[in-house]
Every structure is written in structure tokens, then in C-alpha cells.
């Protein structure tokens, strides 16, 4: 059948629809969830706790100012150390230590914990209290750690990062051991050189020498 002529005698087609597809709306969808993963990801998660500070200048003393941003108290809190002899700890909480350096204590990494047996005596949410511990020798290490905190509530998290008393990890006393076995040998060696060597001989002086006639 011949499509009707227009006024002017040209043949007149009706308008095309445009197709929709199943894969715009699926497109649609993908950029709807990858926003809505993005916006998630771009909000992390405020920490439970926030543990400032560390050592002094002098290496020996060591103090954290542990800030409560949770919606329970701490109620107990531990420390890893090593060569540490002195724990303190706010009025009101317990104290107990392990490998505290002392007469007859093996010379160990320990912890230290405080705790206390009721929300009431712990840290408040939105307040901050005073740990801090005294090394006794040296030979620890200043390094990041983990400090092991509960609430009243159950809930437990360690927060990272903390800078520590921390003992020699293994490759370190290793390195210690042959630097020390290179001096040894070094001074061995020099030592046997100027023993092959001996004591120079004495020269007369040539101006001295006298002619016998």
C-alpha cells in the first residue's frame, strides 16, 4: 500500500521512537552504586581511642595521653614494654606488670595493664587520662606498637602506631654480633702485625763514630 502524498506530493513517514535498552538502565544502575561506594569510602570511621605521646628526650621515660572518643568508659588498657621498671598509672586503677626489671626477673618483653572494676572509675567518653612508664637500663628500641583497650561495654580494639619501649628484633642482634666480631678480628690483626714487626733497632748516630788508628 502507497504511503499517502503530502500536500506537495512528497510521501510523509512517521516520526522513529528511539530503542531503550535493558544495558542504559543497567549502566544507570553500576554509576548509582559506585557513587554510593565512593561516598562510603571517603568517610572513614572515627576511632574508637587516640593514644598520644611516647618517650622524652632522654629515652627513659615514656608517657600517653589515652583519649576516650567511644560511647562506653575504658576499663582497661595494656602496654607492651621492655626494660621497664616503673609503671604509673591514674589514681583508682590496678596495676599489674610483667618482666618489670628487677633482681632475679628474666630479662624479657613484658606488659604492663591497668584496669579498674566498675565504668564508674574508668575514662568517660570525650576524656583523656595518664599512663606512663620508666625504663630501668637501655637497650630498648623505640618502635610503633599495639595497646590492647576495653570498655565497659565488651567491645575490645588495639590502636596502632603507639611509639614503645620495644626490645632488639632479631637481625639487629645479629648486626650487633658480627660488628662485634669485625672489631675483634680487626684488632687481632693489627695486633700480630706489630708483633712480626719487633722493635726497630737503634742506629748509632754516624756524626759520634770515632776512627781507631
Same mark, same amino acid.
Given at each position: 500500500?502507497?504511503?499517502?502524498?503530502?500536500?506537495?506530493?512528497?510521501?510523509?513517514?512517521?516520526?522513529?521512537?528511539?530503542?531503550?535498552?535493558?544495558?542504559? @538502565?543497567?549502566?544507570?544502575?553500576?554509576?548509582?552504586?559506585?557513587?554510593?561506594?565512593?561516598?562510603?569510602?571517603?568517610?572513614?570511621?572515627?576511632?574508637?581511642?587516640?593514644?598520644? @605521646? @611516647?618517650?622524652? @628526650?632522654?629515652?627513659?621515660?615514656?608517657?600517653?595521653?589515652?583519649?576516650?572518643?567511644?560511647?562506653?568508659?575504658?576499663?582497661?588498657?595494656?602496654?607492651?614494654?621492655?626494660?621497664?621498671?616503673?609503671?604509673?598509672?591514674?589514681e583508682g586503677w590496678s596495676k599489674e606488670s610483667t618482666y618489670l626489671v628487677n633482681v632475679g626477673v628474666p630479662d624479657k618483653p613484658?606488659?604492663?595493664?591497668a584496669s579498674v572494676d566498675s565504668a564508674r572509675k574508668g575514662i568517660p567518653p570525650g576524656r583523656s587520662a595518664e599512663f606512663s612508664?620508666?625504663?630501668?637500663?637501655?637497650?630498648?628500641?623505640?618502635?610503633?606498637?599495639?595497646?590492647?583497650?576495653?570498655?565497659a561495654d565488651g567491645t575490645q580494639t588495639i590502636v596502632a602506631g603507639v611509639e614503645l619501649p620495644t626490645a632488639s628484633t632479631t637481625?639487629?642482634?645479629?648486626?650487633?654480633?658480627?660488628?662485634?666480631?669485625?672489631?675483634?678480628?680487626?684488632?687481632?690483626?693489627?695486633?700480630?702485625?706489630?708483633?712480626?714487626?719487633?722493635?726497630?733497632?737503634?742506629?748509632?748516630?754516624?756524626?759520634?763514630?770515632?776512627?781507631?788508628?
Amino acid at each position: 500500500m502507497a504511503t499517502p502524498a503530502g500536500p506537495q506530493g512528497r510521501s510523509v513517514r512517521s516520526p522513529t521512537r528511539p530503542k531503550r535498552t535493558r544495558a542504559t @538502565g543497567t549502566s544507570l544502575f553500576v554509576a548509582l552504586l559506585s557513587a554510593v561506594t565512593a561516598g562510603a569510602a571517603g568517610t572513614p570511621e572515627e576511632p574508637k581511642v587516640e593514644i598520644a @605521646g @611516647g618517650a622524652d @628526650g632522654s629515652g627513659q621515660n615514656y608517657r600517653w595521653t589515652v583519649t576516650n572518643h567511644y560511647g562506653s568508659p575504658i576499663v582497661y588498657i595494656q602496654f607492651p614494654h621492655y626494660h621497664a621498671d616503673t609503671f604509673h598509672a591514674p589514681e583508682g586503677w590496678s596495676k599489674e606488670s610483667t618482666y618489670l626489671v628487677n633482681v632475679g626477673v628474666p630479662d624479657k618483653p613484658g606488659t604492663c595493664t591497668a584496669s579498674v572494676d566498675s565504668a564508674r572509675k574508668g575514662i568517660p567518653p570525650g576524656r583523656s587520662a595518664e599512663f606512663s612508664v620508666r625504663l630501668a637500663t637501655g637497650g630498648a628500641h623505640r618502635r610503633p606498637g599495639q595497646v590492647t583497650v576495653r570498655f565497659a561495654d565488651g567491645t575490645q580494639t588495639i590502636v596502632a602506631g603507639v611509639e614503645l619501649p620495644t626490645a632488639s628484633t632479631t637481625p639487629e642482634r645479629l648486626y650487633g654480633l658480627i660488628g662485634f666480631a669485625l672489631v675483634f678480628v680487626i684488632i687481632v690483626i693489627v695486633q700480630t702485625r706489630r708483633r712480626r714487626k719487633g722493635p726497630r733497632a737503634i742506629e748509632p748516630d754516624a756524626g759520634s763514630a770515632v776512627d781507631d788508628e
